[in-house]
């Protein structure tokens, strides 16, 4: 059983079972970050929930309510089950984000491909971020969630290069291939630990610039669609939007 930090969320099986596979890489597990269901979340959820089902109540027979009911409730748990299962692992070398959910494997990123300083705590995350970037899509990096408007976020590898390393566990420096990855949390106090976290791990494995993580990240910062909120990012100029790129130039 790893050791993990005072602050850290439990270790489910699964997340035991993923920091044992990467151990022999990225050493013991630190802490667990998790992103679940706020309770305002969970109110909007139950509210829409039992509005539909009063809705029904007032169409039909007992028995159609019943079974709809039962069956809305279990599609809504398995959507959950996989929505809510976002989390963000410290080990002793390394962090493993993404996805906890049944069939789904996160992705693994060793500290070397970290950079450091661009740890940051942002709140208002999910609109700005999308703005920042040239690739306005969907992308696995990006691991927020809708109901939180914190985050914390760092530049680190590509999707597909942590996901090659993920597979084969050796490491390969590829400074040019880098894109901004995004971890929601789920309160103020929840970004503050982890970002504690993120620079107790990248100090001890010995991370250049591990010592302006909490002066460069804390405290969190509202986001913006400008030039300094990319520069605050540390967001490399290829991955910045055509505007952003437009106004640097006209500074």
């Known amino acids: 059983m790893p050791h993990l930090s005072p602050s850290s969320h439990r270790a489910t099986r ?12 990225l050493g013991e597990l630190r802490h667990v970050e998790s992103c679940t269901l706020s309770a305002r979340a969970i109110g909007i959820v139950a509210g829409v929930f039992a509005l539909v089902v009063a ?13 709809f009911a039962v069956g809305m409730g279990i599609v809504l748990a398995v959507i959950l089950r996989f929505v809510a299962s976002e989390k963000l692992l410290v080990l002793e070398r390394g962090l ?16 070397a491909d970290v950079v450091a300083p ?3 705590a942002i709140v208002g995350t999910q609109r700005p971020v999308s703005l920042l970037k040239a690739d306005q899509g969907a992308s696995a990096t990006n691991r927020t969630a809708l109901w939180s408007l914190r985050s914390v976020t760092f530049v ?25 990855w995004v971890f929601s949390v789920r309160d103020a106090h929840r970004q503050e630990v982890l970002v504690h976290e993120l ?10 610039g591990a010592d302006l ?39």
Do not use: C
């Open 213 to 251: 993580v909490l002066p460069h990240a804390l405290p969190s910062r509202r986001l913006r669609v400008s030039v300094t909120d990319a520069d605050h990012l540390h967001l490399p100029e290829r991955l910045r939007s055509t505007s952003l790129q437009v106004r640097a130039g006209a500074r």
């Open 156 to 180: 680190g590898p590509t999707a597909e290069v942590s996901r090659a390393f993920t597979r084969t566990g050796t490491w390969q420096p590829q400074p040019d291939r880098q894109d901004l």
């Open 96 to 111: 493993v984000v993404g996805s906890f959910g049944p069939f789904l494997s996160p992705y693994a990123v060793p500290y």
């Open 14 to 25: 699964k997340v035991r079972d993923v920091a044992e596979r990467h151990r022999a890489t």
């Open 118 to 120: 661009s740890v940051a």
């Open 55 to 67: 809705v029904m109540a007032f169409n039909g027979s007992v028995l159609q309510v019943a079974i």
């Open 199 to 208: 620079a107790a791990a990248l100090r001890l494995s010995g991370q250049p």
